[in-house]
């Protein structure tokens, strides 16, 4: 087998950043960890990571403006940690430079006795979800989180959910009941207890009232509820309350294969289709050292951009919806389903092929497939045109949405917020111009931007990027390259099959990634796309084996409800749908 | 029995037609908007599913009558009932054609506004009674929109009332049967009407009561069942009146050349409904305080202004 020796040296900035935190930090960083993605990453200890952390944010050169990420990871029956100190479960900052264009890990080593440290809520605000999501999932505290509350899992759940030692087959534990006291005390976890959240139940003039927004409301898309505080009918605070969607993604990652979590993954952002499988496969094949041929590359960036245009279509009718605009819904599930047909015929599913592979895709080009993608081209412009004039140039719709919900570029940082919601703000950054991964860089096409940052700028910018989607995929039908559509590494999964009964080792190679599953060298890797709706990553650890040891699926849903609140006080009920269905969000992609 | 104005036969009718009409319009319109929406709508019960709505009446008065635990009974079951009376009561001052029709008063204007301010009890017990947050917040929006809403409704044909020279509806149909129909001299006041007729019956763009993307059902989302029904055809009920209103006060009501004068309200009527659902299918809601601030401050001003405008042409002809 070939060796996966990809360790590319630190980009220049992180030189500098690295060479200052060592100079300022000394003695106190325990160790420097090489990952095969090039993310600098630091360990430090518990009582160090805020000073670290409050350097990098502030004093660094670049500034690392944006936390894009906590999460741990149980580390108790990893066997490769060659040069990592000792630790039985480790926090894991990344945090993200727009200014620098780069990355930094950061983590932290705690042993099972003591699951402390401090809250970095007071450097960034979005930390308050992710760190409620890591005391949920792991049982590590955060001193001075303001509501250390489980975020995903109910309020009644026993246990951490992603820790090793947890069931994760219904199979391993009882067989599930539910009695009548145990009904009720589920349902008497799920009120709104409003001093917990520190709200108040009346002011000086008015009595407030609380309002449970879902889990089952028509404009929440999914199952989502908000807690709202309301005085007559202005918003005077509000609570998410999320979960409901949440089906342990993470934990499957862990006991499936390499190869047969991909499926899985479409249904992170049931919307995105093969576009979840992007990161998912490219993490892997960062891991394994396989480059995949040309081919690949665009038959990949079509079907992603396919997705992009129909998860945009989704959006942009729903919005429409939303505020109360009836049809353009129906209109545009017409082009939904045409580019729905051609993904079928090409990939034999609709909404989730899972036909990306490791090191390749499912098949090659069904024969004929340009005729159908050329004819969407000629087609969709032109209803684009008119949808622009029924829906954006609107007037009732302008007045609904321009002006509320808005947020600038400084407070997209502080939340997390990415995709399209980030470019709203008059912020030009796409992660397929900034970092192009499967050959994004070859296309050429336009990052469009909006400079309100309010609820119809949003709404623009996609509309805009699907125009562009279309630009790249016309690209790609005209320049397809010819070639194979699987890498001929080892690694692909499943292998190619042509030489598998000339030579016993490829049938030997061949035999054992089919039933065993492809083993990926021990390493970690980040890697992120411009997914959808935002940033999507995957986190991935292997320990040398059949599965990983750990995923963590960083979705940008998940950042931009959190922002919610923030963005809609003030604002009245019919506002904060309108704003609720500009963030374009799926409960799945929150949930994971 | 004869069929002439106030006769049995003229009541039972006029009665029978108004409700078979109304629900009629549930399929109509479910047909229209898909039309519009590149759909097909309701076509497999029936030919073109015209019994849609016979089905959808069997499910709805075989649904269990529920009336919520926490809700006030005796007013949660009147509500609906009231916005069915207060409507058909106001079509007893139609004129639909010479001879038919239920009464001839002489304030059928004034009537008509009486029973739309009735309506808005309806709609107000509805959402109070049923003790829930949505249905409060419904009701609240309503009671605002409504009652401003008919301010303007009563000014904006006050025009018309003038030219005529009568509160009679079938006067002001007979002082229209030289062809000049009231919607030239008075096209403000059409506009006006019409933008208030439907704040009036609450459908979209202006069912803000209702809006359902954001308070679900807003007045009525406890209701099921037959109540429910109730509330449901009070508002195509509403449409029709509406749609005859229009047709009475501004388009000449059954008169035109060659065909029967009641078949000329029908199609007169019948376009108008039509447009009310096109509105439905084309316009996105606004919020309720723009509607508010756009009534108050535009429609309020321009009707006021249209009849004194009106007045002044009159006294300085006569």
Redesign the interface.
């Known amino acids: 087998m070939q060796s996966a020796a990809i360790t590319p040296s630190p980009q220049p900035v992180h030189a500098d950043v690295l060479a200052h935190l060592r100079a300022e930090f000394g003695p106190r960083i325990l160790a420097e960890q090489l990952t095969c993605d090039g993310i600098p990453t630091l360990w430090v200890d518990r009582h160090d990571v805020k000073a670290l952390l409050l350097e990098l944010h502030e004093d660094c050169r670049p500034s690392f403006e944006m936390l894009f990420d906590i999460t741990a990871i149980d580390e108790r029956l990893r066997v490769h940690r060659d040069g990592q100190p000792p630790s039985e479960f480790t926090v894991v900052y990344h945090l993200m430079s727009f200014a620098g264009n780069c990355d930094f890990r950061v983590k932290v080593p705690l042993q099972d006795k003591d699951l402390t440290l401090p809250s970095v809520i007071d450097i960034w605000p979005n930390a308050n979800w992710y760190e409620r999501e890591t005391w949920d999932m792991f049982g590590i505290r955060f001193e001075g989180h303001p509501n250390l509350y489980r975020i995903v899992l109910p309020p009644t759940w026993k246990g951490h959910a992603l820790r090793k030692e947890h069931p994760a087959r219904a199979t391993e534990m009882e067989p599930y009941s539910l009695s009548d006291e145990q009904e009720a005390y589920e349902q008497d976890a799920l009120k709104f207890k409003p001093e917990e959240w520190g709200m108040k139940r009346e002011s000086e003039n008015s009595e407030f009232?609380f309002?449970?927004l879902g889990p089952n409301?028509?404009?929440v898309h999914g199952a989502f509820r908000i807690a709202l505080q309301l005085d007559?009918?202005i918003l005077v605070d509000a609570v998410p309350d999320i979960g409901y969607h949440h089906r342990g993604a993470e934990k499957m990652g862990e006991r499936q294969s390499w190869h047969t979590f991909i499926p899985y993954t479409d249904r992170i952002d049931y919307l995105g289709g093969v576009m979840n499988n992007l990161p998912y496969v490219l993490a892997v094949e960062k891991m394994a050292g396989i480059e995949v041929p040309e081919r690949v590359k665009v038959i990949r960036v079509m079907l992603c951009e396919m997705f992009r245009i129909c998860s945009h279509l989704l959006f942009y009718g729903t919005f429409?919806?939303?505020?109360?605009?009836?049809?353009p819904i129906?209109?545009m599930f017409?082009e939904r389903e045409r580019v729905f047909n051609i993904i079928e015929s090409i990939c034999g599913a609709r909404m989730h092929p899972g036909w990306f592979r490791i090191g390749g895709v499912a098949q090659d080009l069904p024969e004929g497939w340009d005729k159908r993608v050329r004819e969407l081209l000629d087609f969709m412009p032109a209803r684009l045109a008119e949808y622009d004039s029924m829906v954006m140039n609107?007037g009732?719709?302008k007045?609904?949405t321009q002006g509320v919900g808005v947020y600038d570029t400084a407070e997209a940082f502080d939340w997390g917020v990415t995709g399209a919601g980030l470019r709203a703000t008059g912020f030009e950054w796409d992660y397929r111009k900034q970092r192009p991964y499967s050959g994004y860089e070859n296309f050429e096409f336009d990052v469009p931007i909006a400079v309100n940052g309010d609820c119809y700028d949003r709404c623009a910018v996609r509309v805009e990027e699907m125009r562009q989607s279309l630009r790249i995929i016309k690209q790609c039908v005209d320049n397809m390259p010819a070639g194979n559509y699987k890498s001929d590494h080892p690694l692909t999964t499943p292998p190619r099959k042509e030489k598998s009964l000339q030579d016993i080792e490829t049938l030997i190679n061949h035999f054992l990634s089919v039933s065993w599953g492809p083993v990926i060298p021990p390493n970690e890797v980040t890697v992120a796309i411009e997914a959808t709706k935002g940033l999507n990553s995957y986190y991935l650890v292997s320990d040398g084996s059949t599965n990983s040891y750990r995923t963590r699926i960083r979705t940008p849903s998940f950042a931009h409800l959190q922002m919610i609140p923030e963005i809609s006080r003030g604002f009245?009920?019919?506002?904060l749908?309108a704003i609720i269905a500009s963030i374009d969000f799926v409960m799945a992609d929150v949930d994971r | 029995m004869q069929f002439e104005v106030g006769s049995a036969l003229s009541i039972g009718s006029i009665l029978l037609t108004v409700i078979v009409v109304a629900a009629m319009l549930i399929w109509v319109e479910r047909r229209l908007?898909s039309l519009?929406?590149?759909?097909l709508g309701p076509n497999r019960v029936g030919p073109f599913g015209l019994l849609q709505v016979v089905a959808d009446m069997i499910k709805i008065f075989t649904k269990e009558d529920w009336v919520p635990p926490f809700a006030d009974k005796l007013s949660f079951v009147l509500a609906p009932t009231v916005i069915m009376i207060v409507i058909l009561l106001s079509f007893s001052v139609v004129p639909f054609a010479p001879g038919v029709g239920v009464i001839d008063s002489n304030i059928g204007v004034l009537f008509v506004l009486a029973m739309a301010s009735l309506g808005a009890y309806s709609v107000m017990l509805g959402g109070l009674s049923s003790d829930n947050?949505?249905a409060?917040?419904g009701s609240?929006?309503a009671a605002a929109q409504m009652v401003s809403y008919e301010v303007f409704m009563g000014i904006s044909i006050l025009g018309v009332v003038a030219l005529a020279g009568s509160f009679n509806l079938r006067e002001i149909v007979l002082a229209q049967a030289d062809g000049s129909w009231f919607v030239i001299p008075q096209f403000i006041g059409f506009v006006i009407f019409l933008i208030a007729g439907v704040a009036e019956s609450h459908r979209?763009?202006f069912?803000i009561p209702e809006?359902?993307?954001?308070?679900?059902a807003g007045y009525h989302t406890e209701y099921s069942g037959m109540k429910f029904g109730m509330f449901f055809v009070g508002e195509y009920l509403g449409l029709v009146l509406i749609s005859s209103l229009i047709t009475v006060l501004f388009f000449g009501g059954w008169m035109g050349p060659f065909l029967p004068p009641i078949v000329w309200f029908a199609i007169k009527a019948s376009m108008f409904i039509a447009f009310f659902i096109l509105l439905?299918?084309?316009?996105?809601?606004?919020?309720?305080?723009?509607l508010m601030t756009y009534g108050w401050l535009v429609l309020l001003p321009l009707s006021l202004v249209n009849l004194m405008v009106t007045g002044a042409i009159i006294l300085s002809t006569q």
């Open positions: 009232m309002l449970n409301h028509p404009s007559g009918e429409a919806q939303d505020v109360g605009q009836l049809s129906f209109y017409v609107n009732i719709l007045r609904r009245m009920v019919a506002d749908i | 908007l519009w929406q590149e759909r947050k949505y409060l917040l609240l929006r979209l763009p069912d809006a359902e993307q954001e308070i679900v439905r299918a084309a316009i996105p809601r606004p919020r309720y305080d723009q």
